[in-house]
């Protein structure tokens, strides 16, 4: 059984880490076993979760610091989350000289992108205005828009479908890709909805939200399935 380590989500006003299920029954539903991590900053701490773990989900959650991609924040730019920026920069550079797989989601595309080289949409709506919907209201399992996926991608490899349907909740996304990254996948206004790093055993991250849809969707389900497999 592979041990996925997890990144927690922050409640500032709560003072405490939290998860959505999703990321770990998602996970568990394909033999995995997801442990969710603490907030570390040290590399000692590193090392230890390095030889605990077989690879690492980016989970969701506040915006990425503009600073990471050398912007400045605009006022439309929601809260920020130094302490994640911190842990996933030590996890992503550590993860990739160990050519440990990983999984991002959501802000997890969004940071890998940004640490790697890219930058972000600070917020979509004004920024990159069409009429998909990326921030759908519930229920979260239930298709948003479509995405067109590249032929020649791992993602096609996988799934055998040149479009999907999929889910969306965010504010925010790829800009300018990382020149590490190649597009898999893209919204209909263009927007890049999963990428891939292909001097990487496995590292994927998408836009849309597997965890919320994992149950009803079998392509979320593969995902899961493949980047375990991997790991």
């Known amino acids: ?17 939290w998860m959505i299920p999703g990321y770990l029954t998602g996970l568990q539903t394909v033999g995995a076993l997801p442990i969710m991590l603490p907030v570390i900053e040290s590399k000692r701490e590193l090392q230890a979760i390095m030889e605990m773990c077989d690879g690492f989900l980016f ?14 924040k605009s006022p439309l730019c929601g809260e920020c989350s130094p302490e994640r920026d911190k842990m996933e920069m030590l996890i992503l550079d550590e993860a990739m000289k160990r050519d440990k797989p990983i999984l991002g989601i959501c802000r997890g595309i969004q940071f890998i992108n940004a640490a790697l080289g890219g930058t972000l949409w600070q917020d979509i709506p004004t920024e990159l205005p069409s009429d998909v919907k990326h921030c759908q209201k519930p229920p979260y399992d239930i298709p948003s828009h479509d995405v067109k996926i590249e032929p020649d991608s791992p ?13 969306s909740y965010h504010h925010q996304g790829v800009q300018e890709l990382s020149p590490q990254l190649i597009s898999m996948a893209s919204a209909p206004d263009g927007l890049i909805e999963a990428v891939y790093a292909p001097d990487q055993k496995f590292l994927w991250a998408v836009q849309w939200h597997p965890e919320l849809a994992y149950q009803t969707d079998d392509n979320s389900r593969l995902i899961f399935e493949e980047f375990v497999r991997n790991c």
């Open 1 to 17: 059984m592979k041990t996925i380590g997890v990144i927690p989500l922050i409640d500032y006003g709560r003072k405490s880490y």
């Open 155 to 167: 993602l096609y490899s996988l799934l055998k479908r040149k479009n999907i349907s999929v889910n």
């Open 59 to 72: 989970t969701g959650g506040q915006d990425v610091a503009p600073a990471l991609y050398h912007s400045e």
